[in-house]
Each structure stands twice: as structure tokens, then as C-alpha cells.
């Protein structure tokens, strides 16, 4: 039973990268100039700024507190990648080592649940600078991004 599940994830996990892969290959090879995810994340935020009407004072707060979550981000989405990688050489072995794929698997679990406690705290932090009423703007953004499936970010990378 243990072995089906494990081999079912792998495939499923597999699938969605193939998938993540081949997106990004058409995107490439199209030819049609994509926004980088710092100039997405630039345009949203300053959307945001506008929406909650940020004094000059908050606005430093929010970049600041911005570039320190990105970061963080930014090298735990490096890790995801780097363990989704061992994960499909794994699975590539003619031999198929089921506890490497464990392994693998357990630790992008970490990756991503490491991921999203920054989000939370960042989220948190956001939240701590901003008036009630920004605050029930602020949350209503958040929720919107959340929930829609064409506007979700990558892995690892939050709308904020």
C-alpha cells in the first residue's frame, strides 16, 4: 500500500512538472516577451500601495519588510527546485531507489511548508503596519489573489 502511494505521488509530481516544463518551453519559444516575476511583483504591489492608500511612511515599511520576505523566498524556492530535480533523477534510475524517493519527497514537504510559514509571517507582519481599515482591504487583496487559479503565483512565490 505504502509503495503505491509513493509511486503515485512521484508520477502525479512528475506529470506536473512535465507540464510546468512544457509551459514554460512554449512561452519561451513563442517568442512573446513574458513580465519577469520581479516586475509582476512590482506592478502588484504598487497596485496594492494605491488600493490602501499607504503613507509615505508605511510604503517604506511594506518594501522593506518585502525585500527581506523575497529573499528568504527566493532561496527556499531554489531549494524546492533543487530537491524537484533529485526527485525526477530519481525516479529516471533504471533501479528505482524508493527511499531516496521518500526522502526527496519529505523534504520538498519541508521546502514547501517552510514556504508558506513565510508567507504567514510576512502576511503578519504586513498587517501589523496597516490601519483596520487597510488591514480589511489588505486581507480582501490577499484572498482574491488566493483564490484565483489563473493568477497564482509559482511555487514558492507568494503574491506579496
Known sequence: MKRNVLYSAAIILTVINLFAFGTLLYNRWSGIPSPSLSEVRDQRIEQMKGELALSEEQAALLDAYR?????????????????????????????LDTTSVSSTLDEIGRVQSAAQRKVISHLLAVKGILSPVQQKKFFAIVLDRFSSASDQPMPGHPPH
Open 67 to 95: 525585500a527581506a520576505f523575497h529573499a528568504e523566498l527566493d532561496s527556499l524556492s531554489q531549494r524546492l527546485v533543487s530537491a524537484r530535480t533529485q526527485l525526477a533523477q530519481a525516479l529516471s534510475e533504471e533501479r
